[in-house]
């Protein structure tokens, strides 16, 4: 049996909002497997442990260029919200997303070997980090090149879609703003990923066997289940939302414009934040002191 820490117990919590309790009772089913606890979480309090997916840590910026169809969507991150707000960081965001478009480099690595201003994008950036002392990285990007449309939807600086289209530009800036709303995560039932539908299938199947309910019942509600799923993250399947009396698919068929696809950063999606705690450092710093003193 694995031990269940305070830090485990309070990491599940910051991700789900779930009581301290049944975190520790979800860690100890599940194990210590926090992905596993979260699982449970779920099964137990519903919508209560899904906040996960929408808590971001870390700080920084989305940025966009587009140059007729080739465009590119970069994400850059930084320590702290002060940072990105920082005209220096945030020219060095947009020459970055610039050179992506320009230049299709295969990966991070690639983007920070390109020139940029007579020395290397890696050179600037560690520039900048010794002028504003912070620690300062491109994380990913998204090259868009061929024969579609394009357009972008920056909310803020955290937030940023590209979509590639056919039709009316109008139509599509639209989507692309319904997308930093809704979030979808896949254009089409058909293309939600196959390991998203099967953690949803293991919660439904969960929930579903304790109804009680005879086992070809229990079937039915786990199919409803994933079916109202797919609809809800499926871009074209979702309520539009500036007229809830349509979905995407027929916004988008009433403007005569079809979406070939599309991404959406949120910036420090996926990444925890470092948590100081204060009062371990000062007893740490403490006992370092007392040490050297001895």
Same mark, same amino acid.
């Given at each position: 049996?694995?031990?269940?820490?305070?830090?485990?117990?309070?990491?599940?919590?910051?991700?789900?909002?779930?009581?301290?309790?049944?975190?520790?009772?979800?860690?100890?089913?599940?194990?210590?497997?926090?992905?596993?606890?979260?699982?449970?979480?779920?099964?137990?309090?519903?919508?209560?442990?899904?906040?996960?997916?929408?808590?971001?840590?870390?700080?920084?910026?989305?940025?966009?260029?587009?140059?007729?169809?080739?465009?590119?969507?970069?994400?850059?991150?930084?320590?702290?919200?002060?940072?990105?707000?920082?005209?220096?960081?945030?020219?060095?965001?947009?020459?970055?997303?610039?050179?992506?478009?320009?230049?299709?480099?295969?990966?991070?690595?690639?983007?920070?070997?390109?020139?940029?201003?007579?020395?290397?994008?890696?050179?600037?950036?560690?520039?900048?980090?010794?002028?504003?002392?912070?620690?300062?990285?491109?994380?990913?990007?998204?090259?868009?090149?061929?024969?579609?449309?394009?357009?972008?939807?920056?909310?803020?600086?955290?937030? *940023?879609?590209?979509? =590639?289209?056919?039709? !009316?530009?109008? &139509? $599509?800036?639209?989507? #692309?703003?319904?997308? /930093? +709303?809704? %979030?979808?995560?896949?254009?089409?039932?058909?293309?939600?990923?196959?390991?998203?539908?099967?953690?949803?299938?293991?919660?439904?199947?969960?929930?579903?066997?304790?109804?009680?309910?005879?086992?070809?019942?229990?079937?039915?509600?786990?199919?409803?289940?994933?079916?109202?799923?797919?609809?809800?993250?499926?871009?074209?399947?979702?309520?539009?939302?500036?007229?809830?009396?349509?979905?995407?698919?027929?916004?988008?068929?009433?403007?005569?414009?079809?979406?070939?696809?599309?991404?959406?950063?949120?910036? *420090?999606?996926?990444? =925890?934040?470092?948590? !100081?705690?204060? &009062? $371990?450092?000062?007893? #740490?710093?403490?006992? /370092? +002191?007392? %040490?050297?003193?001895?």
């Amino acid at each position: 049996m694995a031990a269940i820490t305070a830090a485990m117990v309070g990491e599940l919590r910051a991700k789900t909002d779930a009581p301290m309790m049944e975190c520790k009772k979800a860690l100890t089913e599940a194990d210590g497997d926090m992905a596993r606890a979260e699982e449970i979480l779920r099964v137990k309090l519903g919508s209560k442990a899904g906040k996960a997916a929408s808590r971001v840590t870390a700080e920084g910026v989305v940025a966009s260029f587009i140059n007729g169809t080739t465009g590119a969507l970069l994400e850059v991150n930084c320590e702290t919200d002060f940072v990105s707000k920082n005209d220096d960081f945030l020219a060095f965001t947009a020459d970055c997303a610039k050179l992506v478009a320009e230049n299709n480099p295969a990966d991070v690595a690639a983007l920070l070997a390109l020139p940029l201003n007579g020395s290397t994008v890696d050179t600037i950036r560690s520039a900048l980090i010794g002028k504003i002392g912070e620690n300062i990285m491109p994380r990913r990007f998204k090259r868009f090149a061929g024969s579609n449309k394009l357009v972008s939807y920056l909310h803020g600086t955290r937030i *940023g879609v590209m979509v =590639e289209f056919e039709g !009316d530009e109008i &139509a $599509a800036k639209d989507v #692309a703003m319904h997308i /930093a +709303a809704m %979030k979808p995560v896949a254009l089409s039932m058909a293309d939600v990923p196959a390991e998203s539908i099967a953690i949803e299938r293991s919660v439904a199947v969960q929930k579903a066997a304790e109804s009680g309910k005879p086992p070809e019942i229990v079937e039915k509600m786990v199919e409803g289940s994933i079916q109202k799923y797919l609809k809800e993250v499926s871009l074209l399947n979702q309520t539009f939302v500036k007229n809830d009396k349509q979905t995407v698919e027929q916004m988008l068929k009433a403007a005569n414009t079809t979406i070939k696809g599309f991404t959406m950063f949120v910036v *420090g999606e996926g990444i =925890e934040k470092r948590q !100081d705690d204060f &009062a $371990a450092e000062v007893a #740490a710093q403490v006992a /370092a +002191a007392t %040490k050297a003193t001895a």
